[in-house]
């Protein structure tokens, strides 16, 4: 009997003990890394527009500062960059490296006190083998999502620049000697391409990442590189994020777009089909992707024959290219948002076959049921009068890339809703 009571006794004081516990807390979310900003990187040799137009030898730099800019779209108090070897030849040397907020972008000046050295594991240098890419060591750094920084880095030995990527309104500029910490650079030169910083990351706790994938529309062609005011339509989804939830977007947006690039064909940076999971999966806590892609695969298609960099492409080999990413982007657990081609009749490499071709990936599109949303950049963009051109009021000159009122009702074509999940 004494037993007994012994046992229920101690099955009232544990009850009582669990009654007065402090309840148990939620696991807090882990900080983790989120992409912030980033660059789709191309191989410098390769051609810039077509099989007959030949590429100048990629630039030497020589004991000179490079300096590229950029504009964070997720803020954080720690941050990281990536350094992209991914197509040199030879090793490359980085002696020293930093990153700092752009305080006057008309003369490249940066703010000495957030001016932040950047490390790699614990060495202020690094050497990064052909086909690699580093990350640095976490650095303290306030970065403020859609206020422009700066990382600057120096290279102390020739080096030929093989890994570029070209987006507008992010230069690229140059002056001689070891300049990572000066603010103002006196003289600096404009560089034609950038090179090297490929990503900029930053510490949180559950953002959400949006990477847009695609050829020059998602690079921003046909906008102005000095404008004061980001122009490209993935900068102003992100203004729109921010304005819709304050100054700390929870959602980050990515461009990883190449111009001239195509989703089946190599010629112009590797095929979308080959980077995708490196530009796009690839990027750090990606949570969506957005996929505008193929126009050029039609456009350069030569529907009389096969021409070496111009081969014959139909909407049903375009259609099971966007299947495969789709397939990718599954496995990965990444969310898709799929964008339909926009018009681009009065282009050069407009014919009203390739028209068709155009019209058929775009049915699909829309029929799609295997995607979290689709994105109706056509109907955004066309002409009112003729459906396979571009709107005059949002078309470049070029009519195929549209200009800044174009990219601004892309923009506006995405729901934000579709970002929020």
Same mark, same amino acid.
């Given at each position: 009997m004494k037993a007994t009571w012994s046992f229920l006794a101690a099955i009232a004081v544990g009850a009582m003990a669990a009654l007065l516990a402090?309840?148990?807390?939620?696991?807090?979310?882990?900080?983790?890394?989120?992409?912030?900003?980033?660059?789709?990187?191309?191989?410098?040799?390769?051609?810039?527009?077509?099989?007959?137009?030949?590429?100048?030898?990629?630039?030497?730099? &020589?004991?000179? #500062?490079?300096?590229?800019?950029?504009?964070?779209?997720?803020?954080?108090?720690?941050?990281?960059?990536?350094?992209?070897?991914?197509?040199?030849?030879?090793?490359?040397?980085?002696?020293?490296?930093?990153?700092?907020?752009?305080?006057?972008?008309?003369? &490249? #000046?940066?703010?000495?006190?957030?001016?932040?050295?950047?490390?790699?594991?614990?060495?202020?240098?690094?050497?990064?083998?052909?086909?690699?890419?580093?990350?640095?060591?976490?650095?303290?750094?306030?970065?403020?999502?859609?206020?422009?920084?700066?990382?600057?880095?120096?290279? &102390?030995?020739?080096?030929?620049?093989?890994?570029?990527?070209?987006?507008?309104?992010?230069?690229?500029?140059?002056?001689?000697?070891?300049?990572?910490?000066?603010?103002?650079?006196?003289?600096?030169?404009?560089?034609?391409?950038?090179?090297?910083? #490929?990503?900029?990351?930053?510490?949180?706790?559950?953002?959400?990442?949006?990477?847009?994938?695609?050829?020059?529309?998602?690079?921003?062609?046909?906008?102005?590189?000095?404008?004061?005011?980001?122009?490209?339509?993935? &900068?102003?989804?992100?203004?729109?994020?921010?304005?819709?939830?304050?100054?700390?977007?929870?959602?980050?947006?990515?461009?990883?777009?190449?111009?001239?690039?195509r989703l089946l064909s190599e010629h112009i940076g590797p095929s979308g089909l080959q980077r995708f999971a490196r530009d796009a999966l690839g990027q750090s806590g990606v949570t969506h992707v957005l996929v505008l892609i193929g126009v050029n695969d039609i456009g350069f298609s030569q529907t009389g024959g096969a021409v070496p960099g111009f081969p014959p492409v139909s909407s049903a080999q375009l259609i099971d290219g966007l299947q495969q990413l789709l397939a990718q982007a599954r496995e990965a657990g990444v969310n898709v948002l799929l964008g339909t081609l926009t018009p681009f009749k009065g282009a050069a490499y407009w014919s009203a076959e390739k028209e068709a071709e155009r019209q058929a990936v775009n049915r699909w599109i829309r029929g799609q049921q295997a995607v979290d949303a689709v994105v109706d950049f056509d109907a955004a963009l066309r002409s009112a009068d003729d459906p396979a051109a571009l709107d005059p009021r949002y078309d470049s000159g070029d009519h195929l890339h549209p200009g800044p009122a174009g990219y601004e009702a892309m923009a506006k074509a995405i729901d934000l809703r579709e970002l929020s999940e």
């Open positions: 402090p309840p148990v807390q939620a696991a807090a979310p882990e900080h983790r890394w989120f992409a912030s900003w980033a660059a789709a990187p191309q191989d410098a040799l390769e051609a810039p527009m077509g099989p007959t137009v030949g590429s100048p030898p990629p630039p030497v730099f &020589d004991k000179q #500062t490079l300096r590229q800019r950029f504009r964070p779209s997720l803020g954080g108090r720690q941050v990281r960059v990536r350094f992209s070897n991914l197509f040199g030849k030879k090793p490359l040397h980085i002696a020293s490296a930093a990153v700092a907020k752009v305080a006057d972008a008309a003369s &490249d #000046t940066v703010s000495p006190p957030t001016t932040a050295t950047l490390r790699f594991k614990g060495r202020r240098a690094v050497t990064i083998a052909p086909g690699a890419e580093v990350w640095s060591d976490a650095a303290r750094f306030d970065a403020v999502a859609g206020q422009a920084a700066a990382v600057s880095f120096y290279l &102390d030995q020739p080096t030929a620049a093989e890994t570029v990527h070209r987006l507008p309104q992010e230069p690229t500029t140059t002056v001689p000697g070891n300049a990572v910490r000066r603010a103002q650079w006196r003289g600096a030169r404009p560089v034609e391409r950038n090179h090297v910083v #490929t990503g900029f990351d930053v510490r949180g706790k559950s953002p959400r990442v949006v990477v847009a994938f695609g050829d020059s529309i998602t690079a921003g062609a046909g906008v102005d590189a000095a404008a004061a005011r980001p122009e490209r339509y993935p &900068d102003l989804l992100a203004a729109r994020l921010r304005a819709a939830s304050g100054r700390s977007s929870p959602v980050g947006v990515v461009n990883a777009g190449i111009a001239g690039n």
